[in-house]
């Protein structure tokens, strides 16, 4: 008689920086979205069973510092199918998680991650590829959602009118509280990326000036005008190289004037006090929260070579949840290999299309790619739903 197979072991999920606000978020997603058994690791034993506890099933519990693990705790990681990296600021832990990453078998998720985990993984991209591997930089909400709308972008303009892009703009933002690990990864941004103010044309970096570093944005469909300032964003240098005769800009919302203020004065007088911007900044973002309610966006923009528009949005008031849905997604796609193998920014790694229906089934407004016609036949419908309504 033959023997029958032994039930499928479940795949094994490592989330570093549990207890932390996006890291609780992950976890809780994780037990919700992945048939999976989980590991989860931070500094504070206590506040890791507090998140244990509330999972449906109990996690596995590493008590650990990211900058120097013991041997134990790298085994323990190991043999892990996934290692998702919830710890902040990314400035200062991306690099020893992507380090982390090097010594285990499992794929890789970092929802921030950008230059310090690239300049570790990168070198390693043949490794991954070969052993099927994914490594996604910047599986988040902003970076991460924002960057793989542009790719939205231009896989429809192919699709439905056969044609390239020119021009592609994203603006993105959220006003939220803010964890104080966020707002210092912002504050790093400011001051120590190798562009600041600026945008990509024709794979070429051009430096904004004081009179055009930035613009006053109609976010449709959403309604309402928010300045943006064009910021340099990583991913889109890729996509610039890879699309050469595309202007790509990155617009930065602040969302509300007490955060636009005291970025504008950071900028100016605190270049050396991060202390002191971290705070002020964390503070400005809760008091526009507070006064207009939380909320993030993301809107893109493309324009083909013949005139032809596109534009896609997203919504959300959980900026955290969605940063968290995003990373436990893209660990999904990973798990059942229809992420791309190799170390990119996370926009390189899925299928957009496929990516936004997953994030919209979580229950995240997506508006659709529309033609200005579409929306034109949008209004037209809701005008005569309305007339009617009306009448009877």
Known sequence: MPRADAPCAKPKIAVLGASGSLGGEACALAAQLLDADMLIAGRNREALE?????????????????????????????????????????????????????????HYVDPGGYAPAMAVLEPHHGAFVREGRSCMIGAGWMPGLSELAARYLLLEAAERFGESVREVDVFFGARDRWPRSSVSDMIWHLFELPHSLGWFERGEWK??????MGATVDLAPFGGKERVSWAYNAPFAHMSREYPELRIRAGLMFVGAATQATIGGIRLFLRNRRDVAEHLLQRAIARDAEKHGTIGLVVGRARTCSNRELSFAVRAEDNMRVTALTAVLAAR????????????YFDRMVPPRAFFADVESAGVRVSGVATPEDESLYASMAIRLFHETAST
């Open 50 to 106: 507090k998140v244990s506890a509330a999972l449906p099933r109990p996690a596995a519990v590493v008590t650990a510092d990211l900058h120097s693990l013991s041997g134990e705790a790298v085994e323990a990681f190991s043999t892990c199918d996934v290692l998702l990296n919830c710890t902040g600021p990314s400035w200062k832990n991306a690099a020893a998680a992507a380090s982390l990453a090097l010594k285990t078998k499992g």
């Open 207 to 212: 430096k904004a000036t004081p009179w055009n």
């Open 333 to 344: 796609h990973a798990l059942n290999r229809s992420a791309a193998p190799g170390v990119a």
